[in-house]
């Protein structure tokens, strides 16, 4: 059947359109996304702003258009981060329903970090062992572990990069603020820590997310044009000779970098302050990049329904 994904994140709008079907890999038919960058719509009282709720509900109808345009059969529609944590959220969903007949969901965050496991796991198989995996939204910081398809351990912490750069990068930060945040989003890593390392050895560990993608980018992996199935990874110590570089860029500077758009160049530092306290906190060498994460796990978790529909 072709599904149409619509996800709602802290930085971006984007409609998946997927051939899928039981036992087969979610095949890509098309892709629609616009910046909405809803994290960066907050007011001072923590509610989306109406010129974000128009943008939201403008995308949305331009999706419901596409989607019917493309045949999806179905339309999953649900928001992370950003709407999740508005002040105004339940207003927010009720206007854009209002104005586009789309309900979208929200996704409570654990689910988001399960979710997304459940994609990286199908993407790796079983041989991946005990699995750990980070997902660094706009919004939010997702962290997963486990051996089977559901992990043992799914935390959501407000450590999303658009927040982030919000809150502490709307202006150049020096040496000793720098330190200050750095703190600050190691303990908060650390504060659960324990309930993913009391698990055991993680046999292999993966991110997701374009800001994974970009650090791993700027620290030389491949492109994004030589295709999905290129081995990416983002290593500790390239990454840690690389913050202070960062940190001493423009904004046009890190938006001329491989791999980084003008749109989210701002969440660059931050989200190198957090990747760079997973792998410590986690002791990790390094963290592979799989290309598939959250939608591909909302996606495979429909298929798996259907199936069993199918079956009884």
């Not at 749109?263 to 957090?274: E, F, K, M, T």
């Not at 002791?283 to 290309?291: A, G, K, Q, S």
Request: aromatic content about 4%.
């Amino acid at each position: 059947m072709r599904l149409g994904v619509l996800d709602i994140g802290s930085n971006t709008g984007h409609l998946l359109v997927v051939d899928a079907h039981d036992g087969a890999a979610p095949l890509p038919a098309f892709s629609y996304k616009q910046p909405l960058r809803l994290a960066e719509h907050l007011d001072d009282d923590g509610k989306v702003s109406n010129s974000g709720i128009d943008a939201l509900a403008e995308f949305t109808a331009e999706a419901v258009v596409i989607a019917e345009e493309k045949g999806c059969e179905e339309m999953l529609s649900f928001a992370t981060s950003a709407v999740r944590d508005a002040k105004n959220s339940e207003d927010v969903l009720a206007r854009v329903k209002e104005q586009t007949g789309v309900a979208i969901e929200v996704m409570p965050g654990e689910d988001e970090a399960r979710l997304t496991f459940l994609a990286v796991r199908r993407w790796f198989g079983w041989s991946a062992g005990r699995l750990t995996v980070f997902d660094i939204g706009g919004g939010s910081l997702e962290i997963a572990a486990g051996s089977d398809e559901r992990p043992d351990v799914a935390q959501s912490l407000p450590l999303g990069a658009a927040r982030l750069a919000r809150t502490h990068f709307a202006e150049k930060v020096d040496e000793d603020r720098l330190r200050k945040i750095r703190k600050k989003i190691r303990a908060q890593i650390a504060r659960d820590a324990g309930q993913v390392l009391r698990g055991g050895k993680t046999h292999r560990a993966a991110a997701t997310s374009k800001t994974f993608r970009s650090l791993a980018r700027i620290c030389g992996a491949a492109p994004s044009d030589e295709g999905p199935l290129v081995a990416r990874c983002l290593p500790l110590d390239e990454l840690r000779e690389w913050i202070p570089k960062l940190v001493a860029m423009s904004q046009e500077e890190l938006a001329e970098l491989p791999g980084v758009s003008e749109s989210r160049a701002h969440q660059i530092v931050p989200g190198a302050l957090v990747a760079e306290a997973c792998m410590d906190i986690f002791d990790l060498t390094e963290l592979e990049i799989c290309p598939w994460a959250l939608r591909e796990g909302v996606i495979l978790e429909r298929i798996d329904k259907l199936g069993v529909a199918d079956d009884s």
